[in-house]
């Protein structure tokens, strides 16, 4: 079973923050690591990552990075490449440096701005990735609904371009949607318009004990305050694989 290796980088997905949900790799990377760096949402002292892996957490480091949650490009980079910067400095002592995050590293992640500036400084084989269980796959299970059959087409986007929404409408059979929230109406609009809100349902703070929200029917739904950790599936139709026969 693989522990973390002096000197090497690590970006853990943890999944939606249960603490069982984490795959085993995940927890040796975990338990076996020096320093443990977990995200935080700049003017926020709360890690949602570091509760989910507290079972785990046996003397390691914390470092926790405040970093801005707005859409600026470089301030967003400036301010991870300034984290690779400190992070370098440990794996140079010999450190094993673990970056745990909700979800997967690779979907919609802050890891993506940290790993593409290690990648300039680290070698390739001294950077791992531990996939973790996504927030789509999470939602989707809470309603035992497929997402693909036979030929359909699942698309994963951000739900914060509304016009690209709706082009993604016309060219897949199961839609995902992220960071609903912040829309949400115009997205009960734009669904209904379509006459596809019986067929959407919404996931808000999945695994997260009694501030989970479950919508299996958006049809007669009225929004309150969404957590922005909140995904929409949409489900567009199933295209007939017998054409392909």
Sequence with gaps: MP????????AVGIGPGAPDLLTVRAVRIIESADIILTPQAQGTNRSLALNAIEPYRCGQEIMCVNYPMQRNGDQTRERWNAV??????????GKSV?????????????????????AEELEQEKIHLVPGISAFQIAASRFRDP????????????????????NAL??????????????????LG???????????????????GD?????????NWTPGEL????????????KDWREHT
Aim: glycine residues 6%.
């Design 147 to 166: 997402l693909t059959l036979q030929e359909d087409r699942l698309t994963l986007m951000s739900a914060t371009d509304l016009a690209a929404v709706e």
């Design 84 to 93: 690779a910067g400190e992070v370098l400095e440990k794996l140079q002592q």
């Design 190 to 208: 734009l669904l209904s318009e379509r006459g596809l809100l019986g067929s959407s349902k919404l996931v808000s703070c999945a695994e997260q």
């Design 98 to 118: 673990v970056m745990i995050t909700i979800g997967d590293p690779l979907i919609f992640a802050t890891t993506s701005y940290l790993l593409a500036a290690l």
């Design 170 to 187: 016309d060219h897949c059979e199961t839609l995902v949607l992220y960071k609903a929230a912040r829309v949400i109406n115009e997205l």
């Design 227 to 238: 957590n922005y950790m909140t995904t929409m599936i949409v489900r567009v139709g199933n």
């Design 211 to 219: 501030g989970e929200l479950l919508v299996d029917n958006l049809e």
């Design 3 to 10: 522990k973390a290796q002096p000197g090497h980088f690590y």
